[in-house]
């Protein structure tokens, strides 16, 4: 039958490297050609070839079925050895690829070719043409031989041109970026510019686990619309790359990526610091790119060095890590020192994305993840340091479901072992449901749990819909922080939306009918309303907002469980015990931004003066244990601070593909305890910034 599909006509040409063949030249010697004279070798060689490959190439079904015409071109080399290896083969069909792999990889080992005596390499070109004909039916002299050699393409000089092939293919970049699986840079400011069409009524958006995915967005906004209307250089290069493109783009048939630089330079003054001036000199790259449809990825890498707010740069110095390092900046990493007053901070950020289906996007990377529609968050923030995280969101109907596992550290010098940080691990659910066109619910659990006794990742938490309580229950008590949450948005039209949420970390039903406010009613709650296009003022957005956790909240009776990672909270910026009013406002208009906030608060803070070691429960890393009593226990208890923040920031956006911006902002800070310690005292300042910023993330300086 083989014979009856195959017709066979194999154009066989042996192509030395060397161009004029010399006497003490020999070539290779195939199976069966060893009593040729010299001269017949290559003759010889190209006859069993071409009867090998014909008596055991198997054309696939489907190239038969397609009654396909054409040649499959091979560049392949015989070694030292007498191995033949291919080098190179070019088909319309992969199969036909597959096949020719197969026919060289069962080849017989021969005789190298050699010269002076001596084995050398010989590369060769061959066409194999489809259909194919028993090459002994067909009659060629030497002469007509030599032609037909020298009339096919040399496959040597398809694989030089490849290069030029993919530059070719190479066109204009169309922002493909916007409509692919990669994170939108989380910021509050650029999300607020499309936090109002994400909330129009009847849309099915869940808007609470960010950062966003362009392409989950872009139903509701036009991101490419935006950055047209934007458009400010001129023709030329230089104005096209500082006002309105990436630096580097480029875009292929099936690929794309972008390059940017990272800046981050700033210069202020602190009112209440003894050094002259604060700064900040960041400097990086932004990469992000797509193979295929599929698959996006991204990575931001920063060198840093700063001095900040005496405020900022005593908080930080208060996460120190264990070590000889001073400090850890927080939400960015642990700092060395930088001349005598100065940090220095290297971060870097990266992470791949997959969606195998539509309705299923995978990440896996370093960076942050935050879960709310608010300001703050009491289930998941990004006030903490980067983390390693593998997320996987699911979306269909009317529900979005993530699930977030994450690789912490705690990095005391209590919990050190042979100088290395201890390692946690933090899993998350949260399904969030549209019950309406106005309503959205959500609910929430996360658990927290230690690299102890040997334990590592447990397997049991990779379940993507298991109740994690019952985990931690089985495995013993201990042996995890459990937490339980819940959220709920409703639109009350186009332009108003109220927002909440609720965390459960601990609750006593027969001490809340009691009213004896124990220690282990631990819970918080948010309750805040946007407001956009305010009073008619398009691209206005308005929000106010209520936080309060009440004491012990996120803290755990082991040294290590606690909500929280590389010295600061998973959660609220302040950890626990806190009440605080917030109320912000963005304003954008073409390339130009402003913003306002206000946060007033009051804390419960520790005293941990010698006296009075106790904790009072706003402390997360702090054994809950260790309370100075079972009830009565209130927000605010312990040593009182009342705390106001204000910052105005006004700005505007140099080049908005790569968020860079030029940024003025003044913030007045006002922190005043009930009693001055060591590590908290009475403290009013006035911190003036000037500078030019790549916006990716956000740096809260609201502690």
């Known amino acids: 039958m083989k014979y009856f599909f195959l017709s066979v006509f194999i154009c066989f040409h042996l192509t030395s490297v060397s161009q004029n063949i010399k006497i003490y030249e020999k070539s290779p010697v195939f199976e069966g050609c060893e009593n040729q004279a010299i001269d017949d ?56 690829k597959d096949e020719t792999n197969r026919i060289f990889d069962s080849l ?92 129009a009524l009847g849309t099915n958006s869940h808007t609470a686990a960010k950062p966003f995915v362009y392409e989950e967005v872009a139903p509701y906004y036009d991101f490419k619309a935006e950055k047209e209307a934007l458009v400010k250089g001129s023709d030329a290069w230089w104005s096209r790359k500082l006002w309105d493109e990436h630096l580097v783009e480029v875009q292929g048939g099936d690929y794309w990526f972008t390059i940017d630089p990272v800046l981050d330079l700033q210069v202020g003054k602190d009112t209440d610091a003894d050094f002259s001036t604060t700064y900040n000199n960041t400097r990086g790259i932004y990469v992000q790119g797509g193979l295929g449809k599929k698959f996006s990825f991204s990575a931001s890498v920063f060198e840093s060095q700063g001095r900040f707010a005496q405020y900022y740069n005593q908080y930080a110095e208060s996460l120190k890590a264990f070590g000889p390092d001073p400090a850890i900046i927080p939400g960015r990493g642990i700092a060395k020192r930088f001349k005598t007053d100065s940090y220095d901070y290297p971060v870097a950020e990266a992470y791949l994305s997959y969606a195998p289906a539509k309705f299923i996007n995978v990440q896996f990377g370093h960076g942050k993840n935050f879960i709310g529609d608010g ?108 937490i339980v949450g819940a959220s709920a948005k409703y639109k009350w039209n186009n332009k108003i939306n109220l ?48 936080n309060q956790v009440r004491p ?49 608060g009051t804390r419960g803070l520790d005293f941990n003066d010698g006296t009075d070691n106790f904790s009072y429960g706003g402390d997360v890393y702090r054994n809950y244990n260790e309370r100075p009593f079972n009830s009565g226990v209130k927000i605010g208890q312990g040593n009182t601070t009342k705390t106001f923040n204000a910052e105005l920031q006004a700005g505007y956006v140099m080049n908005p593909v790569s968020h860079l911006k030029l940024f003025t902002n003044i913030s007045f800070r006002n922190f005043n305890p009930e009693a001055n310690t060591e590590t908290t005292f009475d403290n009013s300042t006035v911190w003036f910034n000037l500078g030019l910023r790549t916006d990716l993330f956000n740096w809260y300086f609201d502690n």
């Open 41 to 96: 070798l290559k003759a010889c060689f190209n006859n069993k070839l071409n009867l090998f490959i014909f008596e055991n190439f198997k054309v696939p079904q489907k190239v038969a079925d397609d009654s396909y015409k054409g040649d499959v071109k091979v560049l392949f080399e015989v070694d030292k050895e007498g191995v033949i290896n291919v080098l190179y083969i070019d088909a319309v069909y992969d199969s036909l």
């Open 108 to 199: 017989p080992k021969i005789q190298p070719g050699t010269y002076n005596g001596k084995p050398t390499f010989y590369q060769y070109s061959l066409a194999i043409k489809i259909p194919l004909v028993n090459p002994e039916e067909v009659t060629t002299n030497a002469i007509e031989e030599e032609k037909s050699i020298k009339q096919t393409i040399d496959l040597n000089t398809i694989v030089s041109n490849e290069f030029d092939s993919i530059t070719k293919a190479i066109k204009k970049y169309e922002g493909l970026e916007y409509s692919s699986q990669l994170n939108i840079p989380f910021t509050h400011q650029y999300y607020s510019r499309f936090d109002g069409q994400m909330n």
């Open 552 to 600: 012990y909240t996120y803290s755990h009776n082991t040294i290590v469980n606690n909500y929280a990672h590389s010295n600061q909270p998973m959660a609220h910026l302040w950890g626990a015990n806190f009440r605080e009013f917030i109320a912000i406002g963005h304003y954008n208009y073409q390339r130009w931004f402003a913003d306002a906030k206000f946060i007033f």
């Open 499 to 546: 927002y909440g949420q609720f965390v459960l970390d601990e609750f006593s039903l027969s001490d809340v009918k009691a009213k004896n406010k124990s220690w282990k009613n631990k819970f918080g709650y948010q309750l805040g309303v946007k407001y956009y296009d305010a009073f008619k003022v398009d691209n206005l957005m308005l929000q106010l907002e209520y």
């Open 375 to 482: 300001y703050r968050s009491l289930l998941q923030s990004d006030v903490a340091n980067p983390q390693t995280f593998l997320k996987l969101n699911t979306k269909f109907w009317k529900i979005k479901y993530t699930n977030t596992w994450m690789w912490l550290r705690d990095v005391r010098d209590a919990v050190v072992e042979d100088k290395a940080f201890l390692t946690k691990y933090m899993a998350n659910h949260y399904l969030s449901w549209n019950v309406s066109k106005r309503l959205n619910i959500g609910l929430f659990e996360s658990v927290m749990w230690t690299d102890t006794n040997g334990r590592g990742f447990d397997v049991n938490y990779l379940n993507p819909i298991i109740f994690f309580r019952a985990v931690e229950f089985e495995a013993g008590q201990g042996s995890g922080n459990a």
